[in-house]
């Protein structure tokens, strides 16, 4: 007995000594990865040295020789501070995840290599001219340079048992290609749903259900589209239609549940590319005002930028500074937020120019149908005859497991589809394949010295179509589209089409003096928030596709038509509106519908009513429950209505999404108040006995398995702000110290201050050009993405606050100097 008590305890002492020996090996691993903040290192490649100063936030202030010699600077921070963020970005848009983390993202890989990313990235590298190919190799080489000074693997590495792979000039490419993925659609779901509404349903009722425009309208150019009428029973009389039928389950049906945003969503969207929730999350605000409604005399923009949250941030600040070789003495310097994995500044100012984005989900894709013939299945009529599919053979690594073989076809419209509902096989057209109009140019913007010198760098380039508001030094403001537009012949773009005869098809590119553009208005103000923007000509070469309910872009408009004079203060007051205006209608739908007598005898709705007139605030307030309430009302409703009123487009298209019409609370709106008996679900005698089921089941979903009464269900529980790690779900017990605290936050998707889940701003910029000392920027989480640095997290407390701090980097409190070498590697 005494024997084997010594024997376990050998072994426990063996075991803590093992324990103890990996815990101070893992210790020394992440302090060993920590980026280098002071010093000196030797970087092959540099002309000269280059000095990086570092403030309290950790924001660096680059001041370099030349701009390769700042890209190369550039690349060596974001390797140190972000690797592992710039692999995800790759790699997910490359198809190439599992080579990192194994089987459980094949299902993406897989999805994604259809667009073969990883080829069009090299033919992009290909087709950059010198200047652009220089920066590009610099920043590549700065990216190697910063992850082999690291004295140990990121640590994301370590947990996964991975190596980091060098970093390539294509991968940057991959890079910008990840946006398009983040803002665009992918696969033409937004057509597709149209295409089965209009060949299920009456044209009126296509009009009506997909409206192409609304009350909500605050378009910088022309009027508001008025919805149109709900269309009569004898055009779709549907309750006549279904009487007597069953009401099957949807085989895609989502039924809404209220208890909590689901977070993780947020969390896909960065670190798998997986699109959740509503079609209306991802977006952004801009707005300017002209120099006379300043009280700096100069111009003000404001930009924010919503995207998933997540730890590290999507940006990383930086102010960049290389001399001006047309002014002997003169300095270019360049201030705002990096995208990791790119060495471009994205959004921010120049000195002269200043810059942001929204995203204007105009119409940048188009399904094409494939005319085939079933004597000939491997080839498909093109305006040149009869062509065979091109067919790739994508090859998937897969961490720990043998290659996975996924096989794709292309054709010279694009990669092909699955079949649509009808069985008719697809092709198609996305501007994200154009690599020469990615190679258009590397750092667009940065030079700009007017409002047209801007125009023109903006118009045409590689980039997601992009609303870009500009204001120059002189007090000038203008709207313009950031990206390559197509130009169409023969068809809006609207519907998929055969293309196979030439008479509809893509033919080359908007030339800059066709972009629409808008230069100093009279009124001295400009606003974008993913809605429309302009009507007319303007719209038709845009196109449409599918923009924001415009509530946001209304509260903005209304905000400073109100006053004559701003300040950036003002500005950012504006980004932080919660402003429930959106959906105080709905509030009054609901007391409208709470009467006396519904609510006699029925503890829960005369509680519910006492909240609704009792604790509306009029914003989308943390602790709000009448807020949290009459979205979950507005929510459940919705989703009843529209599952009747489109079930013949459910039953007909298996992949049928409604909520990629991001309008359509503007119909469903004239359905609830107007209340037509021939689109009533037949389960329901009156429309007013489906207001109060909703009603009652928002009671029900709201409480259930909740402690409390219906007072403590506020908006801040369901709508629970978490901004997480891509790995910390990953790792039991340490995983939380990953993550940013949770923390109640306000704001929604429809006011200016988004709040959803994981989506919100992802920075908050207003400046003025030669004004920068005044400007404002603050982002969430912070610069670094290593743990034990201190500049993990400590931009985000004001962020969450909404305090402002600074644009331009505060005072050095780190020097690192990077200086020539011959010889790579050494220090």
């Not at 963020?85 to 983390?101: H, I, K, N, P």
């Not at 459940?636 to 298996?654: G, K, N, Q, W």
């Not at 982002?779 to 993990?792: A, D, E, I, V």
């Amino acid at each position: 007995m005494r024997r084997l008590l010594r024997i376990l305890a050998l072994i426990l002492v063996v075991l803590l000594a093992a324990t103890a020996a990996l815990v101070l090996w893992g210790r020394a691993q992440l302090h060993g990865s920590l980026p280098l903040l002071d010093g000196e290192r030797r970087v092959a490649g540099l002309s000269a040295p280059v000095e990086v100063t570092r403030d309290r936030l950790g924001i660096p202030a680059v001041r370099a020789a030349s701009r390769a010699d700042a890209a190369r600077a550039t690349g060596f921070l974001h390797a140190q501070d972000r690797f592992f963020q710039m692999d995800l970005a790759r790699r997910r848009t490359a198809g190439e995840l599992s080579a990192l983390v194994g089987a459980r993202a094949l299902a993406l890989d897989r999805e994604i290599r259809l667009h073969r990313f990883r080829a069009v990235a090299r033919r992009t590298v290909s087709l950059l001219g010198a200047a652009d190919r220089a920066i590009l190799d610099a920043y590549a080489a700065g990216v190697n340079a910063g992850l082999q000074a690291l004295g140990a693997r990121p640590f994301e590495y370590l947990v996964l048992r991975q190596t980091p792979a060098p970093w390539t000039p294509e991968d940057s490419v991959l890079v910008i290609l990840s946006m398009y993925v983040t803002l665009q659609d992918t696969d033409g779901s937004y057509e597709a749903t149209l295409a089965t509404m209009h060949d299920v349903l009456p044209a009126p009722m296509v009009e009506f259900l997909a409206p192409r425009g609304s009350e909500w309208d605050a378009p910088l150019v022309g009027p508001s589209f008025a919805v149109p009428p709900i269309p009569g029973p004898d055009v779709y009389d549907l309750r006549a239609r279904r009487s007597g039928k069953p009401h099957p389950p949807l085989e895609n049906e989502e039924r809404p549940d209220f208890e909590r945003v689901d977070w993780r969503l947020g969390i896909g969207n960065w670190a798998l590319g997986v699109h959740g929730g509503e079609h209306e999350a991802i977006g952004s605000n801009s707005f300017a005002v002209a120099a006379p409604l300043t009280t700096t005399g100069g111009a003000l923009l404001a930009n924010d930028m919503h995207l998933s949250i997540r730890v590290p941030n999507t940006w990383y600040r930086a102010s960049l500074e290389w001399p001006d070789s047309s002014a002997p003495g003169a300095r270019h310097r360049v201030t705002g937020v990096t995208l990791p994995g790119v060495p471009a500044i994205v959004v921010g100012s120049n000195g002269y120019v200043a810059w942001g984005f929204t995203n204007t989900y105009a119409d940048w894709s188009d399904i094409v149908l494939l005319e085939v013939d079933p004597s000939r299945p491997n080839a498909y009529r093109t305006p040149d005859g009869w062509r065979e599919f091109e067919r790739h053979e994508e090859v998937i690594e897969v961490a720990g497991q043998p290659p996975q073989r996924h096989d794709v076809m292309w054709t010279i419209w694009g990669p092909v589809l699955g079949p649509d509902h009808r069985g008719r096989p697809r092709a198609y057209r996305w501007v994200a394949h154009a690599a020469d109009r990615l190679a258009a140019a590397i750092t667009p913007m940065e030079l700009a010295r007017t409002l047209s010198e801007a125009f023109e760098q903006a118009n045409g380039i590689g980039a997601p179509g992009q609303n870009v508001i500009l204001i120059d030094r002189d007090g000038g403001v203008g709207w313009t589209v950031y990206g390559s537009i197509p130009r169409r012949v023969g068809f809006d773009g609207r519907m998929p089409a055969s293309w196979s005869d030439g008479a509809r098809r893509w033919d080359g590119w908007l030339d800059d003096a066709e972009y629409p553009r808008l230069i100093d208005p009279p009124n001295g103000r400009l606003w974008t928030a993913n809605a429309r923007v302009v009507n007319g000509q303007m719209l038709a070469t845009l196109g449409d596709g599918s923009y924001e309910i415009g509530s946001r872009a209304r509260i903005i408009r209304d905000r400073l038509m109100a006053r004559d004079r701003f300040s950036p203060r003002d500005l950012l007051d504006i980004q932080l509106d919660t402003r429930a205006d959106f959906l105080a209608r709905w509030r009054t739908l609901l007391l409208d519908t709470l009467t006396p007598e519904a609510i006699s005898g029925n503890a829960g709705r005369a509680l519910f009513r006492d909240i609704l007139e009792r604790d509306w605030s009029g914003h989308a307030a943390p602790h709000s429950a009448a807020y949290r309430l009459t979205r979950a009302f507005r929510q459940l409703l919705s989703d009843r209505v529209i599952r009747f009123v489109l079930i013949e487009c459910y039953e007909a298209d298996r992949f049928f999404d409604y909520t990629t019409v991001r309008r359509r609370d503007a119909a469903i709106w004239r359905l609830v108040t107007e209340r037509p008996p021939h689109l009533l679900d037949p389960r329901y005698a009156t429309w007013r006995h489906m207001l109060l089921e909703a009603i009652d089941d928002t009671i029900a979903q709201a409480m259930r398995g909740r402690r409390g009464t219906l007072r403590d269900r506020v908006w801040s529980e369901y709508n629970e702000v978490a901004y997480r790690h891509p790995l910390s779900a990953a790792m039991p017990f340490i995983g939380w110290w990953l993550d940013m605290p949770l923390a109640p936050v306000p704001g929604d998707l429809y006011t200016p201050r988004v709040h959803w889940g994981a989506i919100g701003a992802s920075v908050r910029m207003v400046v003025s050009p030669g004004r920068e000392a005044d400007g404002i920027m603050h982002m969430p989480t912070g610069q670094s993405g290593h743990p034990l640095s201190p500049f993990y997290a400590n931009s985000h407390p004001a962020w969450l606050a909404g305090e402002p701090t600074p644009l331009l980097p505060g005072p050095a409190i780190h020097t690192l100097r990077l200086t020539p070498q011959s010889v790579a590697g050494s220090r």
